[in-house]
């Protein structure tokens, strides 16, 4: 926001501000304000449009305008453009996806609204009197601006509009057809009209403010008007005086004057790191690139049971690295463990328990950021949420990759559920399809991505082909020799609980006919006649030493993005035969199949039992 000055009116020399002057003005913007407010109550000119209309989704792009984020203002000055991108960061959702209809005006401030702090705006940059002046929702004129350059670009009436009175200094450099807008709440307005319908798109990049106008039919805009074209120029070619800035000005008698912040403070940008679970590849990776982020986690509360020990690994660390700082939602994290509790054991809601409490987790950690976060690092389950509230907006992010997208997901167990239509676990849960594109679009927005699980890395390779890709290697734990049985037939250990998913049907069929006992290492399937045909099946419930006395360990998944059972068998000496699908690709001692290659999974297997020792890769496609 910005004092505004009239059309055609040459910018004085810059003066100290006075007090009295300060005084006059709070007094004659309230006046002007609640004027206007009565008479837009009276009488209103302009409606708030809403989005959630796609009519004009895919109309042609008629006019698009860029503009930087960060290059704008002083180093010193660094936390309140921090600031401003906070605010525009609010202010996109009023604005983004709205469709005006012919006719139809569209103003600046019917559509935002009051901006306050319980909103979510912060401190930010407003130019008054010459002067860069920290105030609440301030920057928002960047908006303003970019809104009235591509509404001139798209042939739209300009029905109000006020420039500003001085220039930021290192501003980054303006196109030749910029228009210059300021507001100010809420009687120092930008209205647009046109005569027919069109769509406005607002977007926040890492680094740009992005905006797009869509129509069906091209718009004619009336002839500018001269004092119009008057003030662009004036505008574009640097006539306004330069503004000095309240955090960066040697006038230190001034009643606005600032004192210079610390280091702290006004350094370019904070990094954060936002987890669900732990894992030991992510903990040495931060370790090593981000050790003095800020560090946002779950609580480590027993009511989490499976997840307890992951949460207090990610304590466990940051208590060792001492300098880390964490912060841990417990409100987010209680409600996530009962809820989580309640539906353990109900397969068609346990998938949507988890991701219920990955968006409390996610708007628990979103409350928490600071307009300083400028990079964020990002397990990926928590991607969707933040993308939907708009949390990545104008941030760098980093993705800790732990899964296949949901979309690839879904159509992984699709395809198996064609091979085995009796089995309903295949089918048991999808996503909201609004979230599912809300992942790929988050996706599609990160600047690097992270991994140890190799086919997840070479999807997201070709997904997110601008992305840096960095796989990391797996971390085997500590397990001591294990030797296979001799006594008949041989024993075949599946690491996982009987499910579809997890290549139990595969494994079923390639067992037929051929002597050996089975064991589970997690629960028995509901399908009671699952393993008929084969001799001698144990379940473990994932208690004890499963690894006793394995031939070899087995996984023929469709989806599995945590192979740790296949990594201590690893360990071990075990011979693993295991699917793509569970990423552990140049592993010494594994067999590769192809998810849902019965004959494959066959021969791989009896290929392992008769193998004496041969811990050498081989690929059966």
């Known amino acids: 926001m910005a004092q505004a000055r009239p059309l055609g009116v040459s910018a004085p020399a810059w003066q100290p501000p006075r007090r009295i002057d300060a005084i006059d003005f709070w007094l004659r913007s309230r006046l002007l304000a609640s004027a206007h407010a009565l008479r837009e109550a009276l009488r209103p000119s302009a409606r708030r449009w809403h989005g959630g209309t796609h009519a004009l989704a895919d109309a ?80 928002l004129c960047q908006l303003s601006n970019a809104l009235a350059t591509v509404a001139a670009r798209a042939g739209l009436e300009l029905v109000e509009r006020h420039g500003h009175t001085a220039r ?40 740009e403010l992005v905006l797009r106008i869509r129509a069906r039919s091209p718009i004619t805009m009336p ?19 330069l503004a000095r800035g309240c955090l960066s000005c040697d006038q230190t008698a001034c009643f606005r004057h600032r004192p210079p912040l610390s280091p702290s403070a006004a350094r370019q940008g904070r990094t954060a790191v936002l987890l669900d679970a732990w894992t030991p590849e992510f903990a040495r990776y931060l370790g090593a690139h981000h050790a003095d982020a800020d560090r946002m986690q779950p609580v480590p509360l027993r009511l989490a049971f499976w997840r307890a020990r992951s949460a207090t690994g990610w304590h466990r660390e940051a208590a060792a690295e001492g300098s880390v700082s964490v912060q841990s939602p417990w409100w987010a994290s209680l409600r996530r463990a009962v809820w989580q509790r309640l539906w353990a054991r109900h397969a068609g ?17 979103a409350a928490r950021l600071k307009p300083e976060h400028t990079q964020l690092v990002i397990d990926q389950a928590l991607l969707p949420h933040l993308q939907r509230i708009g ?12 899964a296949l997208p949901m979309a690839e997901i879904e159509r992984r167990l699709d395809a198996a559920a064609r091979r085995w239509p009796d089995d309903a676990t295949l089918r048991d849960f999808r996503a909201d399809p609004a979230l599912v594109q809300a992942e790929a679009a988050a996706l599609a ?44 037939p041989p024993l075949i250990v599946f690491a996982a609980s009987a499910l579809a998913r997890k290549g139990a049907r595969e494994l079923a069929a390639a067992l037929q006919g051929w002597p050996c006992r089975l064991r589970v290492l997690g629960s028995p399937s509901d399908d009671a006649q699952l393993w008929r045909g084969i001799g001698s099946v144990e379940y473990m419930h994932w208690r004890g030493d499963g690894l006793a006395g394995a031939c070899v360990v087995v996984l023929p998944a469709h989806v599995e993005h945590a192979p740790r059972a296949l990594l201590r068998a690893l360990a071990a000496g075990v011979p693993v035969v295991a699917s793509g699908a569970c990423g552990l690709a140049r592993s010494p001692g594994l067999r590769e199949v192809a998810a849902g290659n019965v004959e494959g999974l066959r021969e791989a297997l009896r290929n392992a039992c008769g193998a004496d020792g041969n811990k050498n890769i081989e690929s059966v496609s």
């Open 168 to 207: 930021i200094e290192h501003a980054a450099g303006a196109a030749d057809d910029a228009v210059d807008a300021t507001v100010f709440w809420n009687y120092v307005d930008l209205k647009l009209r046109a005569r027919h319908a069109w769509r406005l798109e607002v977007e926040l990049t890492d680094g």
């Open 445 to 488: 927005r990160a600047a690097t991505v992270v991994t140890p699980h190799a086919d997840i890395a070479a999807h997201l390779a070709a997904l997110v082909p601008q992305a840096t890709s960095l796989q990391l290697d797996w971390v085997q734990p500590a397990a001591r020799a294990v030797a296979a049985s001799g006594d008949a």
């Open 391 to 402: 949390a990545l907006d104008g941030r760098r992010v980093t993705v800790l990759a732990s």
């Open 60 to 139: 042609p792009v008629l006019a698009q305008y860029r503009t930087a984020l960060w290059s704008d203002g002083r180093a010193d000055e660094f936390p309140l453009v921090a600031g401003k991108v906070q605010n525009l960061r609010m202010a996109r959702h009023a604005f983004d996806a709205i469709e005006v209809p012919a006719g139809e005006v569209l103003s600046f401030w019917r559509q935002l609204g009051r901006p306050s702090a319980w909103r979510g705006f912060v401190q930010g940059r407003e130019l008054r009197g010459g002067c860069v002046v920290p105030t609440l929702a301030g920057g």
């Open 223 to 241: 002839a500018m008007p001269i004092a119009l074209r008057q003030a662009r120029e004036e505008g574009v070619g640097g006539a306004l005086p």
């Open 349 to 365: 809601r346990r998938q949507g328990s988890l991701i219920d409490g990955q968006r409390w987790l996610a708007l628990a950690f």
